[in-house]
């Protein structure tokens, strides 16, 4: 009996590799993908390659943390320390643990909300960046209208199951673009891991993403679950210069669903002309709208990057969140300014 399950199990998952390994068609994609919805983007042309149910409302998990952290930033720029109160810690499951007293730093609880997915890190993230968790839950729904996300109300700082908690790809896709955008945050969804000290002491945090480092050109992700959400996911992969992104809402198997799409992406041909303006640019910030990527180089600066593409040192960095020019380093992505 085990033998025959194993080799079931054999079978199945080298059907998933011979759907990943070549083009996947649409018509295998549309009876392999096993998520409510999703939706899958060409971050250079805006092209929209696959969408099912993108403006359906699920729940979303964990993915809520992309808008925790990118409030945060915005309030914060990752500066300064907090100390840590009794709410902070009445939460499970996943959880640093923070002590009731300790002083942690912004940076540090804002890499366990992105890489660890700690749910304590967001209580004390939202009381920083809010004043109060109730003032932060406000500014998390206001922030989302700006975004232009009609259908995502937040209940809660980190994803956790609570009453009327939604938001649909379409939403979610805006807010993991506008997050991605700024170069710290980014970084941290690409850490593999990382070494923490607390007054719990120290503890390797290890990033959720099963795909990174382990799927060709895997880049920032925020991965979400619990029991009533089931699988979610929001994830960059970039390959010969084209980036795709993807969100995937109540899936029971994200990992095989986002290979599935990932490789159905990247075997499309890139349309030459953008169908739509790309959505990883809407800003409320600025009017500045990206026309792609670039990742910089060694002895490259904002001053010749800005002179290759043709655009204002000033626009760069406003639309990458650049407060210091003279701090970009190799391997950072930009977005270049149209």
Same mark, same amino acid.
């Given at each position: ?24 068609? &649409? ?6 993908? $096993? ?23 699920y ?17 914060t =720029?990752?500066r300064? @320390? ?7 810690? &009445? ?6 643990p923070l ?18 997915? @700690?749910? @304590?890190s ?5 009381? $920083?960046?809010?004043?109060?968790y ?52 980014r ?5 593999k ?14 990033? #959720?993403?099963?795909?990174?480092? &382990? ?15 089931? #699988? ?6 970039? =390959?010969?210069?084209? %980036?795709? #992104? ?16 990932? %490789?159905?992406?990247?075997?499309? $041909? ?23 990527? #670039? =990742?910089?180089?060694?002895? %490259?600066?904002?001053?010749?990057i ?16 650049? &407060?210091n020019?003279?701090?970009? =380093? ?9």
């Open positions: 009996m085990r033998f025959t399950l194993f080799i079931s199990s054999v079978l199945a998952f080298s059907g998933i590799l011979t759907l990943t390994a070549d083009a996947v068609s &649409r018509s295998q994609l549309n009876q392999s993908v $096993k998520a409510k919805a999703c939706l899958l983007v060409d971050l250079q042309t805006g092209q929209v390659l696959y969408s099912r149910r993108a403006t359906v409302a729940p979303p998990a964990s993915t809520v943390k992309l808008m925790t952290a990118l409030l945060v930033w915005e309030q =720029r990752l300064g @320390d907090i100390k840590v109160v009794t709410g902070d810690t &009445r939460v499970e499951p996943s959880h640093v002590r009731v007293g300790e002083v942690v730093s912004v940076r540090d609880m804002t890499r366990t909300l992105l890489v660890g997915s @700690d749910n @304590d967001a209580l004390v993230l939202a009381r $920083k960046a809010g004043g109060s109730g003032r932060f839950i406000q500014m998390m729904n206001q922030r989302a209208k700006e975004l232009g996300c009609r259908n995502t109300i937040f209940k809660n700082p980190n994803g956790l199951p609570a009453t009327g908690q939604v938001t649909t790809c379409k939403d979610l896709m805006k807010i993991f673009q506008k997050v991605i955008r700024i170069s710290a945050l970084q941290m969804c690409t850490t891991g990382f070494t923490l000290k607390t007054a719990v002491g120290s503890q390797w945090v290890k990033n #959720h993403n099963r795909l990174l480092g &382990r799927f060709a050109g895997m880049g920032p992700a925020k991965t979400g679950w619990t029991y009533a959400s089931r #699988h979610t996911y929001a994830a960059s992969v970039e =390959r010969n210069g084209r %980036e795709i #992104h993807l969100t995937l809402l109540n899936s029971p198997n994200k990992w095989t669903d986002a290979r599935l799409l990932f %490789e159905y992406a990247f075997g499309t $041909k890139q349309a030459s002309k953008p169908k739509s303006k790309p959505q990883a640019a809407e800003t409320t910030n600025t009017s500045v709208v990206s026309k792609g990527v #670039h =990742r910089v180089q060694k002895g %490259e600066t904002l001053y010749s800005s002179r290759k593409y043709g655009v204002s040192v000033n626009s760069l960095s406003r639309l990458n969140n650049i &407060r020019p003279n701090v970009i =380093r190799s391997g950072m992505v930009l977005y270049i300014p149209k």
